[in-house]
């Protein structure tokens, strides 16, 4: 690791503090809402809270190659890449529901060193460092420990968001679950960091939704990785396993498996 | 309506005062989670919760009935009925988010003239007062004019609360819409009388669920039904349609009624 991440969170605070004040701003305002290539919403705030998150970067580390949901990639091949997502719940964010997300990653020859999932609104920001305990706010926090699959609540974004061979895996593990719940987002991830939340599958995320996620969620001792147990790399599918335990995602993935 | 509405506004206002220290103080600990006859989940939290409401209705209003979520009813046949659930989304509050609700409703004749939906985390609490405006903490609200099926959102907590032949028909529904989103319980109908939310189509509701619901809505200017377009009282069989406007709502009524 030769990265200063204590300069790098400075970075990614400051780009925080230009992006929270645009997404309070519009937030339950009417919004034109535009339909991307994949159908998903887009907003002008999406756009201006991703503009002034590269201002930042622009200004701070101008060497670095920056992802971005909106407007695509520069320096895709840098040594340091940012992979931001503005607004992650967009759909949330239009109905006035305070569950959305702004989510940075940066990656180190293309692993996640630093993650953030700030909530703008419910003022609640998981900062995870590699190597190191995540916080939320200004505390640590940690998953939850000793929680069996049979005692597990599964959590997804929506049932829509599989795949049909991917829904029927996602099916099969909730039936070996106690429950599921959908809605969420990003929030699931940050609460899976804090203990309150055990479980998560998810389908078709693209990196800017899943690589911010990784050191949270490591950093809290859970556990990661696409639907085959591997790490999560830009590369990745878009299906993300999250577990509070190594031995909750080594059950998760014995029953994927069953397919 | 002899009701003294200003008066029972203040009762529903000291109830809430009692609840939502409880509901705040219970958030993100460790809960021990009993399963009710009907599987869905209830914690201490929910109990005292109602414990305090009750106590609260007892001393201000001794000759009224009482049907609460967690301990039954007493003198249902009273002619002012309250109708309360401490805490809607428990299923949220257990993982931490704080998108549960408290519930209110005050029965006259069997007619809910008061309605309440508060959010204790997130400081926002709906009051209706039939054929008043419906109030957002101090300031009215107004669903959204003028929106179409075709250009609608449909919303829902689960596709899981649907029975086989409602979910074809949530379905079916979801199809004239232009997207649907999952999660939400009560505040999905607080978002609705402010204007963010269009259309919610539920199934599996009880009394305590839906009843606070109508005169929040009706005084923002929407049109809460059962599936079949009739009123929801006592004797609903818990399918609700929520939609901003007539006009949308019996664009949906016809979807429903193509089955």
């Given at each position: 690791m030769t990265a200063p991440l204590g300069r790098y969170e400075a970075v990614a605070r400051d780009m925080l503090a230009a992006a929270r004040p645009l997404a309070r701003q519009h937030f339950r305002t009417p919004l034109a809402v535009e339909r991307k290539s994949d159908l998903s919403p887009v907003t002008l705030a999406d756009r201006a809270i991703e503009r002034a998150m590269k201002q930042v970067l622009d200004e701070a580390c101008p060497g670095h190659g920056i992802l971005g949901e909106e407007f695509g990639s520069r320096d895709a091949d840098a040594r340091h890449l940012w992979v931001i997502d503005p607004i992650d719940g967009t759909k949330s964010?239009?109905?006035?529901?305070?569950?959305?997300?702004?989510?940075?990653a940066l990656l180190e020859d293309g692993v996640p060193i630093l993650g953030v999932i700030d909530m703008p609104i419910l003022g609640e920001t998981w900062i995870g460092r590699a190597g190191e305990a995540t916080h939320l706010n200004d505390s640590p926090c940690a998953t939850t420990q000793g929680c069996r699959l049979s005692q597990a609540t599964l959590f997804a974004t929506s049932p829509d968001q599989f795949a049909p061979d991917g829904l029927a895996d996602f099916d099969r593990l909730s039936r070996a679950c106690t429950a599921r719940r959908f809605g969420g987002d990003c929030y699931s991830y940050g609460l899976l960091a804090s203990g309150h939340v055990d479980l998560i599958l998810e389908d078709g995320l693209e990196p800017y939704d899943f690589l911010p996620l990784v050191p949270v969620i490591e950093g809290a001792g859970g556990v990661i990785t696409d639907?085959?147990?591997?790490?999560?790399?830009?590369?990745?599918?878009?299906?993300?396993?999250a577990a509070a335990t190594p031995a909750l995602h080594r059950e998760a993935l014995e029953v994927l498996r069953q397919a």
């Amino acid at each position: 690791m030769t990265a200063p991440l204590g300069r790098y969170e400075a970075v990614a605070r400051d780009m925080l503090a230009a992006a929270r004040p645009l997404a309070r701003q519009h937030f339950r305002t009417p919004l034109a809402v535009e339909r991307k290539s994949d159908l998903s919403p887009v907003t002008l705030a999406d756009r201006a809270i991703e503009r002034a998150m590269k201002q930042v970067l622009d200004e701070a580390c101008p060497g670095h190659g920056i992802l971005g949901e909106e407007f695509g990639s520069r320096d895709a091949d840098a040594r340091h890449l940012w992979v931001i997502d503005p607004i992650d719940g967009t759909k949330s964010y239009i109905a006035g529901v305070p569950l959305f997300g702004t989510l940075i990653a940066l990656l180190e020859d293309g692993v996640p060193i630093l993650g953030v999932i700030d909530m703008p609104i419910l003022g609640e920001t998981w900062i995870g460092r590699a190597g190191e305990a995540t916080h939320l706010n200004d505390s640590p926090c940690a998953t939850t420990q000793g929680c069996r699959l049979s005692q597990a609540t599964l959590f997804a974004t929506s049932p829509d968001q599989f795949a049909p061979d991917g829904l029927a895996d996602f099916d099969r593990l909730s039936r070996a679950c106690t429950a599921r719940r959908f809605g969420g987002d990003c929030y699931s991830y940050g609460l899976l960091a804090s203990g309150h939340v055990d479980l998560i599958l998810e389908d078709g995320l693209e990196p800017y939704d899943f690589l911010p996620l990784v050191p949270v969620i490591e950093g809290a001792g859970g556990v990661i990785t696409d639907w085959s147990g591997a790490p999560l790399t830009l590369a990745s599918t878009g299906r993300v396993l999250a577990a509070a335990t190594p031995a909750l995602h080594r059950e998760a993935l014995e029953v994927l498996r069953q397919a």
